[in-house]
């Protein structure tokens, strides 16, 4: 039977895993239909799907007993994986729309992945208005990087209408699957070790001491509405603009699209807080997470470095507001590539030190905060994409919540749109919907503002 090894660094995930905080990931995939498609066509292609076995790795993995308590969990090959119980075809309550479906996706993203058998789940879910059906994938954070959930499922997609057949994606190895063989875990345990070595070298090497103790003790955040203790119940919503609205806010503005969209997080946020009188007096934090990789292929999958960005949400004129969104993330990312190559990664796992300590049971209540929500943005690709004939209309990352942190807004670019999803904590952001509405609205408020700007030059 073969034995793999998860990385250390994406075995985290599996140690930070409780009744609360499920640390699976998540992607909403929604198609058209193809044209004069058969009443039978989506139970013809789950018929298909079914007769592709599980056979390529991780989806044929699961986790080994005795490897659970150790310091780098161990995978086995599942015997006999159950695709029924892995793969399943739903269909959603009439009418079918987009409020039917975040119910549907809330659900099932709730509940954690069953740590006995290999850890994901896909879902085909069709009655979605419009003649359109749903993938809902499912995949355990320690197999795959939140960064890369989403070019994940496009890796089972086709950019022709004419393909068909299609293998499902547990018929495909996993692009960048976390896992080692097993005669590498002297080097994956040493790697802890030159961690810890390259850790005390990184005050030497930051530019200076107060930059150093910026990088490992950074200022705390507001107390909010969003960091309170949350439960395993989990709501979800969606957002999608055209990206060419965006660009064309962030040309008239000088700034960058993912600027524009932290602005229009921010925006949201403080509209959202304001209406429960619930707006800290301080700016909010967000935590940005980049993927090592653009300092260099080396770094594991997994491995994400998390910028903090003050939203500006304590300030009222919008476009001050939009300045000090730009000048926060320019401060950091200039922070950031200061730091040589070999420094990049313990700065990653010492930076969050306090993040990982608000996560242990006894002592996380007593830890502060160090951002309030998370927001991410993904590229995705600028092509159209088919599975079986259907084309994609929309994908939308669906984030894991740490404890303390009940918010997540993640984008990720496709064909000309931009998908944005909102995960957050189902008793703590009841009104979650909102959230995506007043990011629309920011938007439109933002367009008139230029507009009347270029209007009066």
Same mark, same amino acid.
């Given at each position: 039977?073969?034995?793999?090894?998860?990385?250390?660094?994406?075995?985290? =995930?599996?140690?930070? $895993?409780?009744?609360?905080?499920?640390?699976?990931?998540?992607?909403?995939?929604?198609?058209?239909?193809?044209?004069?498609?058969?009443?039978?066509?989506?139970?013809?292609?789950?018929?298909?799907?079914?007769?592709?076995?599980?056979?390529? #790795?991780? =989806?044929?993995?699961?986790?080994?007993?005795?490897?659970?308590?150790?310091?780098?969990?161990?995978?086995?090959?599942?015997?006999?994986?159950?695709?029924?119980?892995?793969?399943?075809?739903?269909?959603?309550? $009439?009418?079918?729309?987009?409020?039917?479906?975040?119910?549907?996706?809330?659900?099932?993203?709730?509940? *954690?992945?069953?740590?006995?058998?290999?850890? =994901?789940?896909?879902?085909?879910?069709?009655?979605? #208005?419009?003649?359109?059906?749903?993938?809902?994938?499912?995949?355990?954070?320690?197999?795959?990087?939140?960064?890369?959930?989403?070019?994940?499922?496009?890796?089972?997609?086709?950019?022709?209408?004419?393909?068909?057949?299609?293998?499902?994606? =547990?018929?495909?190895?996993?692009?960048?699957?976390?896992?080692?063989?097993? #005669? +590498?875990? &002297?080097?994956?345990?040493?790697?802890?070790?030159? /961690?810890?070595?390259?850790?005390?070298?990184?005050?030497?090497?930051?530019?200076?001491?107060?930059?150093?103790?910026?990088?490992?003790?950074?200022?705390?955040?507001?107390?909010?509405?969003?960091?309170?203790?949350?439960?395993?119940?989990?709501?979800?919503?969606?957002?999608?603009? $055209?990206?060419?609205?965006? +660009?064309?806010?962030?040309?008239?503005?000088?700034?960058?699209?993912?600027?524009?969209?932290?602005?229009?997080?921010?925006?949201?946020?403080?509209?959202?807080?304001? $209406?429960?009188?619930?707006?800290?007096?301080?700016?909010?934090?967000?935590? %940005?997470?980049?993927?090592?990789? #653009?300092?260099?292929?080396?770094?594991?999958?997994? @491995?994400?470095?998390?910028?903090?960005?003050?939203?500006?949400?304590?300030?009222?004129?919008?476009? *001050?507001?939009?300045?000090?969104?730009?000048?926060? %993330?320019?401060?950091?990312?200039?922070?950031?590539?200061?730091?040589?190559?070999?420094?990049?990664?313990?700065?990653?796992? /010492?930076?969050?030190?306090?993040?990982?300590? &608000?996560?242990?049971?006894?002592?996380?209540?007593?830890?502060?905060?160090?951002?309030?929500?998370?927001?991410?943005?993904?590229?995705?690709?600028?092509?159209?994409?088919?599975?079986?004939?259907?084309?994609?209309?929309? %994908?939308?990352?669906?984030?894991? /919540?740490?404890?303390?942190? @009940?918010?997540? %807004?993640?984008?990720?670019?496709?064909?000309?749109?931009?998908?944005?999803?909102?995960?957050?904590?189902?008793?703590?952001?009841?009104?979650?919907?909102?959230?995506?509405?007043?990011?629309?609205?920011?938007?439109?408020?933002?367009?008139?503002?230029?507009?009347?700007? +270029?209007?009066?030059?």
């Amino acid at each position: 039977m073969k034995t793999t090894l998860l990385k250390p660094v994406d075995a985290t =995930w599996l140690f930070l $895993e409780t009744a609360d905080t499920p640390m699976h990931v998540g992607v909403l995939a929604i198609f058209y239909k193809p044209r004069n498609a058969a009443p039978d066509y989506l139970r013809n292609m789950a018929a298909r799907m079914r007769e592709f076995k599980v056979c390529s #790795e991780p =989806w044929n993995m699961r986790l080994s007993g005795e490897g659970l308590t150790g310091m780098v969990p161990r995978m086995v090959e599942a015997r006999d994986v159950e695709l029924s119980y892995h793969f399943q075809h739903s269909a959603l309550p $009439e009418p079918g729309g987009e409020r039917e479906l975040g119910v549907m996706v809330s659900r099932l993203h709730s509940p *954690a992945l069953d740590r006995n058998r290999p850890l =994901w789940e896909f879902h085909l879910i069709e009655g979605l #208005e419009r003649d359109r059906f749903a993938f809902y994938v499912k995949i355990h954070h320690a197999l795959v990087s939140f960064l890369d959930s989403v070019p994940t499922i496009l890796s089972m997609l086709a950019d022709s209408a004419r393909q068909r057949n299609m293998p499902p994606l =547990w018929a495909q190895p996993l692009p960048g699957a976390a896992l080692d063989d097993p #005669e +590498e875990s &002297s080097g994956a345990l040493a790697s802890l070790a030159s /961690l810890g070595r390259a850790g005390v070298g990184l005050l030497r090497a930051s530019v200076s001491p107060s930059k150093a103790r910026g990088f490992l003790l950074p200022r705390g955040v507001p107390r909010s509405t969003l960091n309170r203790a949350i439960n395993q119940q989990r709501r979800f919503a969606t957002q999608q603009f $055209e990206q060419a609205r965006i +660009e064309r806010i962030a040309a008239a503005t000088s700034s960058t699209v993912n600027e524009v969209l932290t602005y229009l997080c921010a925006t949201s946020l403080r509209r959202f807080f304001k $209406e429960y009188n619930a707006l800290p007096d301080e700016s909010l934090v967000g935590l %940005i997470p980049v993927s090592l990789r #653009e300092r260099g292929s080396q770094n594991a999958a997994n @491995a994400l470095a998390g910028i903090r960005v003050e939203l500006g949400t304590n300030i009222g004129d919008p476009l *001050a507001r939009l300045a000090a969104v730009k000048k926060s %993330i320019k401060v950091v990312r200039d922070d950031r590539n200061s730091l040589p190559e070999e420094a990049v990664t313990p700065y990653v796992l /010492l930076r969050a030190a306090p993040m990982f300590a &608000s996560q242990l049971p006894a002592v996380g209540r007593f830890v502060p905060p160090v951002f309030n929500l998370k927001i991410s943005n993904v590229q995705g690709t600028d092509s159209p994409m088919y599975f079986d004939g259907a084309r994609l209309d929309a %994908i939308y990352p669906i984030s894991q /919540l740490l404890q303390y942190g @009940a918010l997540s %807004i993640d984008c990720v670019s496709y064909a000309g749109t931009l998908n944005i999803g909102f995960t957050g904590a189902r008793d703590t952001l009841p009104h979650l919907q909102r959230l995506a509405v007043y990011v629309g609205r920011a938007l439109d408020d933002l367009e008139q503002l230029v507009q009347s700007a +270029e209007d009066a030059a």
